[in-house]
């Protein structure tokens, strides 16, 4: 069965650049440009992983992933934090907030496709 | 910046207390002025009181006249002294008062260099900040339609790839079309087997044909050899006739019988002919159906042995045709599998894009949060009150949001921001699981 992973990211190249890495592998793809966007994407359909950036307008990715620890739908749906952000404070901020891994943006292909395998 | 708040220290002190003191020290000087025409009249005065004290004492005697004159000439002296001093003290009053108005001239200056400055920076910061916002998603936007496109070119690389392996795979990939290959020559060749069967069939005809003509030959010599019989016979019967009428009446019923066995001969001579007649005919067509049907299995033959080796032909071009098409169909996907993988290392490399915009939005809304503070002071109509400085840039560093912004904002050069052949391969080295 093939697994849907969501992509949040403010950056439209960053969202490319995951998913034609994400679907190379054989995963579907579902985008959003914010938090506040990817609750509303959050409507029902099975997601096995999210991929979330930090820094984001409207609803950071700390936030978002507070707000589906909330959903009962969702709050078992592992997510990752995709980030430029490398400091401990803020990695500490998102394994509190419930997030399961952090990667660090640029990244390679092959650590991502590595990370989902193992969360999704 | 260090110039600006020189003058700007300067400035304060001389619209200050600097200034206060000056205005002081140039009142200070009009008093000392006032005082010393006070002494100088007291003392011209006093010698004048002196000379007559002195002339009404000692008298009108030369002693008097000289004491007198010894007083007025210090009364003069001391006029003189102050009178000097008093000029004096003018000189430095005026001088004093040309510096006070030099020093009020470079205040309002500074003050209008000040205005100006805020004015200038009220006016051209927003300007970075649209410039920088421009440019960052003039940046953003070209990167996003690159990756677009890029994207693009994958999916049609990938679909072309696909369609490439399905038709091969359709072909039989590997062995398997080798197989199918050979499958389809043995089919081929089957009827060849089955044509070359026929053509035996034909040549066994042929010989049953051939072993006909002989057969009518034999039917031939059989109808000579009634023919010669009748003939013999019909002599036979002719001497019987012969020696019947030499007989006379007693021969009369052997005439008779001699008659009708030449009847006899003479139908069977006619029957032979007959037989003869027939027989060649058969002959003919037989011969000439052998004519056609060995024309025919030559013509079979030959046919047969062409299209063997047109299939052959056909074949070998086949087989060169599909090795080919298996070699072109495995360099096409690896050539499209190696375009894809450097387009999506281009595609990884766009990643720069996602911080150099972070950066720029970053350096915006400092712009913006300088020109919210400078706007508010003017709104209150407050004087320009100095900015504390490591509170702000405290605020600015707690929103950075890359190494190279805390790198650079703590006086280093960024200059190793990392790039994508400096990041990990392993599959592990950027990744914390929690």
């Given amino acids: 069965m093939t697994k849907t992973i969501l992509i949040v990211d403010d950056s439209a190249s960053i969202r490319q650049v995951v998913g034609i890495t994400l679907k190379g592998a054989g995963y579907e793809v579902i985008e959003a440009c914010d938090g506040r966007d990817a609750l509303s994407k959050l409507t029902g359909q099975k997601v096995h992983l999210i991929v979330s950036d930090v820094n984001m307008p409207n609803l950071d990715g700390i936030g978002l992933v507070k707000e589906v620890k909330q959903n009962p739908q969702y709050k078992f749906t592992p997510i990752m934090m995709l980030t430029t952000e490398t400091g401990d404070t803020m990695k500490m901020a998102g394994r509190d907030a419930g997030a399961k891994a952090w990667l660090v943006k640029p990244f390679q292909p092959a650590a991502l496709l590595a990370a989902v395998a193992k969360l999704a | ?434």
């Fill in chain 2, 1 to 434: 910046m260090v110039t600006n708040n020189a003058l700007a220290s300067e400035l304060t002190f001389s619209g200050g207390q600097g200034d206060e003191g000056l205005r002081h020290g140039v009142l200070d000087g009009f008093e000392i002025h006032g005082e010393q025409m006070k002494v100088l009249i007291i003392v011209v005065a006093l010698v004048l009181v002196g000379a007559i004290a002195a002339l009404y004492g000692i008298g009108f005697s030369l002693l008097g006249f000289i004491c007198c004159a010894v007083l007025m000439a210090l009364g003069v002296y001391g006029s003189w002294v102050i009178k000097r001093a008093g000029r004096t003290h003018t000189g430095l009053l005026n001088h004093a008062a040309q510096t006070v108005e030099h020093y009020e001239a470079e205040v309002k200056r500074l003050h209008a260099a000040v205005d100006s400055l805020d004015t200038l920076f009220a006016q051209v910061a927003p300007v970075w900040s649209r410039q920088i916002g421009t440019s960052r998603k003039q940046t953003e936007e070209g990167i996003v339609e690159l990756t677009q496109r890029f994207s693009a070119m994958v999916e049609r690389l990938e679909q072309v790839i696909n369609v490439s392996k399905s038709g091969t795979e359709e072909l039989g990939d590997g062995e398997g079309m080798i197989a199918l290959f050979s499958k389809s020559q043995e089919s081929l060749q089957s009827v060849i087997g089955s044509l070359n069967t026929t053509l035996e069939h034909e040549d066994q005809m042929l010989e049953q044909v051939r072993s006909l003509a002989v057969q009518t030959d034999e039917l031939t010599e059989f109808a000579a050899g009634v023919k010669r019989i009748a003939f013999e016979i019909n002599l036979l019967a002719l001497n019987a006739a012969v020696e019947a009428a030499h007989a006379g009446d007693q021969g009369n019923g052997f005439a008779v019988v001699a008659t009708e066995v030449r009847k006899l001969a003479t139908q069977s001579a006619e029957l032979g002919k007959s037989i003869h007649d027939k027989t060649e005919e058969i002959d003919i067509v037989m011969s000439s159906t052998l004519r056609r049907a060995e024309q025919a299995k030559e013509f079979s033959s030959e046919a047969v042995s062409s299209g063997k080796e047109v299939i052959e032909t056909v074949f070998a071009r086949l087989h060169e045709t599909i090795t080919s098409l298996q070699e072109d169909g495995a360099t096409l996907r690896s050539s499209g599998q190696q375009i894809r993988s450097e387009i999506v290392d281009v595609l990884v490399a766009f990643q720069f894009q996602d911080r150099v915009s972070q950066i720029l939005a970053h350096v915006e809304d400092d712009i913006g949060d300088l020109l919210a503070r400078l706007g508010a002071q003017n709104a209150n109509g407050e004087m320009l009150e100095p900015l504390d400085v490591d509170a702000f840039l405290a605020d600015r560093a707690a929103n950075y949001s890359t190494d190279e912004e805390r790198r650079n904002h703590g006086g280093q050069v960024a200059e190793d921001v990392p790039v994508l052949e400096e990041v990990p391969t392993s599959e592990d080295a950027e990744v914390t699981f929690f």
